[in-house]
């Protein structure tokens, strides 16, 4: 009794937030709360010289990030031949953005191409996939899907798992979810072919597939 | 309206908090939690350390239902704590984008949040109980939910200073 009171309450607080949200919103509509700039307005322009632009962006290595995160990539990128994608790198179709927050979504993924998750079902928390690119080359081709699985114990430096090398993947956004992670592949009118993150114990490899493989 | 909720609304202290760098809530998702919850920077933390574990955060994501990926089980087993449209048209596990309620799926969120913490009396607890079990084999079912507990309670402790800073 005493439980279903309780989710009475919650019921009712749950209508008198958006209410009063909604209240907000009207009294504040000068104040552009909800139409204030766009999280991700500047974008680098400039082409990039450095290969590692990780670090300054707002991204997964930072200073609390895991050593052996940051040292992963900085092996990673030592040769200067791998950089994170930026946004301009990117070209997915207007036709996509379908409403607000699909937009939103969208544009933060361009931004930050990149996703901390278990993708390979571990429960380790901290795998990073990144979309990069082959600094060496100018063609669609040269993106490419790197993962670095957390190690177990916390402090090996893991080697990277290529789900994508020489692809064009300028449509391609990653989104990740309770289950690890999906790639959202667009075309031109903005449909997509999406397909799961999957993780191949026994080949210790990465594939992405229609269904999800757990 | 006090003026500090237009404040809170408005985000003034946003870029000076840090907001969407380092992994912190962009100023979308500060908001929806934040109104989610009346303003309380502890319960927004607790929700938004929920959200990024979740799906990092999203918005729109696949996989399970919306931003709080909402299985079958509660909506079955605890019908009265979700919210409107917070399904969309999810009917099982799938690769396309969520098209419910945003703000319908964050109120439910928050609902099975209080729930879980009222009935398990901790923030800890109720992050233990949001995370999965383990279907195939159930006796790892503890082990799974306690990793996830201890991960959302990392997050937790960042996104505090951060929900704690807007209200400022």
Redesign the interface.
Known sequence: MKMLRREKQVKAITHCHWYCLLALLFVCGGCDVTSSAPPHQAQPTAKPTSSNKLLEMSDPNTDDAPEWRKEAWRRFTASGQYRIAHPNDFHIPEAAKTDKYRRLDLDSALSHPFRIADINQDKLFQDLAIIVVDTTRDDSQRFGLVIFNEPSDGKAIPSPHWLYHERDLSKTVLSKWSGGLILENFHEDGSTNNCYVNWNKRQQAYSCDKDYKH | ?HSS??SL???ANYDKCG?????LP???QS?LTL????FDSRNAAMMAAIWS????L???????AGPA?LTTWWSTN?P??I?GNAYGSWNG?T???FDGD??DNI?TL??IY??LR??HGSDYQAAYWYG?GDRDNPSNAA??RE?YAK?VMGRYD?LKPYFDCLKQ
């Open positions: 309206m909720s237009l609304l408005n985000l907001g969407g760098k380092n992994g962009e100023r979308e908001i109104a989610a919850d009346a574990h979740e799906s990092g999203q918005l729109t994501p696949g996989g399970d990926q605890q009265n704590l919210v596990r690769n396309q984008p945003v703000r109120a928050r609902n209080y729930f009222e009935r999965p082990h799974n990793e991960d960042k």
